[in-house]
């Protein structure tokens, strides 16, 4: 069983141009989390997905971010504009439905090796 | 609101002597409690996570951690450390039904031979 995929691994942009990073969750997994990781700082939540619904956007930056997960293929992170404060790693996880009942459980989340943006 | 202190930085231990590397929480509700190792280069690897039960949590790599709710801790133990044990480690908490798991910001364990 894969783990959670993510890519490209490195991503160069320079200012003004888009990046779009994609993440493959693990078989079975319908939840999707991205997470930015600034250098020398901890994870920050951004936003978390379902098929085709953004459940938790609030670590979304307002402007330039955007992210999706389609009913088919893998969830896309858009940043539009880029700026050099956009350097970061990105880091996806998933994890499995929740229980039958409709109860959230806290599943620990599988994340992938994420995605170093450089923008120049 | 939740939030996840690792009040150290960096830890630095010879191998083969125990090691602890410390979190405290705060949330209100319940805390469901995670441990992460990120190696250079690569993603989160799950250690281990406390919800409910016993307070002492056993984990991979021979990791466990200690669920106090006197103190709002969950130090991560080890007790013999090896130098492959040197990463980064995190501590998250998350409170059940709401999706924000929230990370801290990290503390470097380096393990000298």
């Known amino acids: 069983n894969a783990g959670v995929m993510q890519n490209p691994r490195h991503l160069v942009r320079r200012r003004g141009q888009e990046a779009r990073l994609r993440c493959s969750p693990m078989k079975g997994h319908s939840h999707v989390y991205w997470y930015r990781q600034l250098p020398e700082e901890g994870l920050k939540f951004m936003v978390y997905?379902?098929?085709?619904?953004?459940?938790?956007e609030s670590g979304m930056p307002k402007e330039r971010f955007s992210a999706e997960f389609p009913k088919e293929g893998p969830s896309i992170l858009r940043i539009q504009q880029v700026v050099r404060g956009d350097s970061a790693a990105y880091f996806c996880?998933?994890?499995?439905?929740?229980?039958?009942?409709?109860?959230?459980?806290?599943?620990?989340?599988?994340f992938g090796p994420g995605t170093r943006l450089t923008v120049l | 609101a939740q939030s996840v202190a690792q009040p150290e930085d960096q830890v630095n231990v010879a191998e083969g002597n125990p090691l602890t590397v410390k979190c405290t929480y705060s949330?209100?509700?319940?805390?469901?409690l995670f441990w992460y190792v990120q190696y250079p280069n690569r993603g989160l690897q799950f250690l281990l996570k406390?919800?409910?039960?016993?307070?002492l949590v056993k984990g991979s790599y021979g990791f466990e951690a200690e669920f106090n709710k006197s103190q709002t801790s969950f130090h991560l133990k080890k007790p013999s450390a090896l130098v492959s044990d040197s990463a980064l480690y995190f501590c998250?908490?998350?409170?059940?039904?709401?999706?924000?798991?929230?990370f801290g910001a990290g503390t470097r364990l380096t393990v000298k031979p």
């Open positions: 949330v209100s509700g319940n805390p469901y």
């Open positions: 997905l379902q098929k085709e619904n953004i459940i938790d």
């Open positions: 996880a998933s994890s499995p439905p929740v229980q039958a009942g409709g109860l959230m459980s806290p599943n620990e989340q599988f």
């Open positions: 998250a908490v998350r409170v059940l039904n709401n999706n924000d798991m929230r």
């Open positions: 406390y919800i409910t039960g016993d307070n």
